[in-house]
């Protein structure tokens, strides 16, 4: 069965950096796109991150460019987002989400992990 | 950059009842790029629908998503206990290639 867990939330201070990592399996990994999404306490889902299953196209919302870079690695069969230069509005629960295939939906979701800016 | 609204905000129903939940776009999209997902309370979104009314693995056939253009629905015909929670329209574009809707809220009256 498809599984996917993050890992490498935590509190952090404002300005500093923090890697998320995702670990896949269940699936033919390296077939498929992936997404970050993350959630503010209390609020609705904002999407983040997209790349293609090998790398080769990534998209950032306007809000994170040029602050978080999304990546993979299929050989680990795992999808990470480096975070910069973290604000407090950053603070929320991250997701990762296996792409359909079809550029339609998202199938599959990780249970997620807090991140937390503060000082 | 489309941009979905949801209404109701909040849907006050009892078990039993029928939830009918709106989702409007900005611009037009391709219904077969619109999607729903249910999120519980403490739980990540899972899949509902895609391309706008075809159910994903597992999800009972009381959930059912019809619309075209720039108004879709997801309507759920007899809620369950497990069905109150929050739920989401998300359309596949191009910049942003995702956008997700602020949400619908179904709770127990």
């Known amino acids: 069965q498809v599984q996917l867990v993050e890992s490498g939330g935590g509190v952090v201070q404002p300005g500093r950096s923090l890697r998320l990592s995702c670990a896949a399996s269940?699936?033919?990994?390296?077939?498929?796109?992936m997404h970050w999404v993350r959630q503010a306490p209390g609020k609705g889902l904002e999407w983040v991150a997209v790349?293609?299953?090998?790398?080769?196209?990534?998209y950032h919302v306007d809000s994170v460019k040029g602050r978080f870079t999304i990546s993979r690695d299929n050989s680990k069969n795992t999808l990470y987002l480096q975070m910069t230069s973290l604000r407090a509005e950053d603070t929320a629960v991250y997701y990762c989400?296996?792409?359909?295939?079809?550029?339609?939906?998202?199938?599959?979701w990780g249970q997620g992990t807090l991140v937390t800016v503060s000082s | 950059e489309i941009v979905l609204t949801q209404s109701p905000g909040t849907l006050s129903l009892s078990p039993g009842e029928r939830a009918t939940l709106s989702c409007r776009a900005s611009q037009s999209v391709s219904s077969s790029y619109l999607a729903w997902y249910q999120q519980r309370p403490g739980q990540a979104p899972r899949l509902l629908l895609f391309?706008?009314?075809s159910r994903a693995t597992g999800i009972p056939d009381r959930f059912g998503g019809s619309g075209s253009g720039t108004d879709f629905t997801l309507t759920i015909s007899r809620l369950e206990p497990e069905d109150f929670a929050i739920y989401y329209c998300q359309q596949y574009g191009s910049s942003p290639p995702v956008t997700f809707g602020p949400g619908t809220t179904v709770d127990i009256k």
């Open positions: 391309g706008a009314s």
């Open positions: 790349m293609s299953y090998d790398g080769s196209y990534k």
């Open positions: 989400a296996k792409d359909s295939g079809n550029l339609n939906s998202l199938d599959y």
């Open positions: 269940g699936f033919s990994f390296s077939s498929y796109g």
